[in-house]
């Protein structure tokens, strides 16, 4: 499984952004996927993810800012992110996970960098 992301950015305090994550090769093998970020000094952090069955979960940091969706036919995932703060400046992070029959194996994006300036 490969996952590319993009639509990182620059962008202004209140303003949105949309990130992408394309997954490609075995996508059947792929449960869970979402997004984490990582900003300077801090911890890897889980931000969203969606399960095959469509059930969410956010981090209560962006919960109601935030929106993951996925579509299924395009192999994508798409992280909506509104009202932004500097807060969220980070690289983000695409990760899926595959389903427990194949190992529950990790497969991650090259991140991208989401600047929110205040």
């Known amino acids: 499984v490969q996952l590319q992301a993009s639509g990182g950015g620059l962008v202004q305090a209140g303003g949105s952004l949309r990130l992408s994550c394309a997954a490609s090769g075995s996508t059947f093998r792929i449960n869970n996927i979402g997004w984490l970020r990582q900003a300077p000094g801090k911890q890897r952090e889980l931000v969203a993810v969606?399960?095959?069955?469509?059930?969410?979960h956010y981090a209560d940091s962006v919960k109601g800012r935030f929106t993951i969706s996925r579509d299924n036919a395009k192999n994508t995932v798409y992280l909506q992110m509104n009202s932004l703060k500097p807060e969220d400046t980070a690289v983000y992070y695409c990760?899926?996970?595959?389903?427990?029959?194949?190992?529950?194996?990790?497969?991650w994006g090259r991140g991208t960098q989401v600047t929110v300036s205040s």
């Open positions: 969606i399960s095959s069955d469509g059930s969410t």
């Open positions: 990760n899926a996970e595959s389903y427990i029959y194949y190992g529950g194996t990790d497969y």
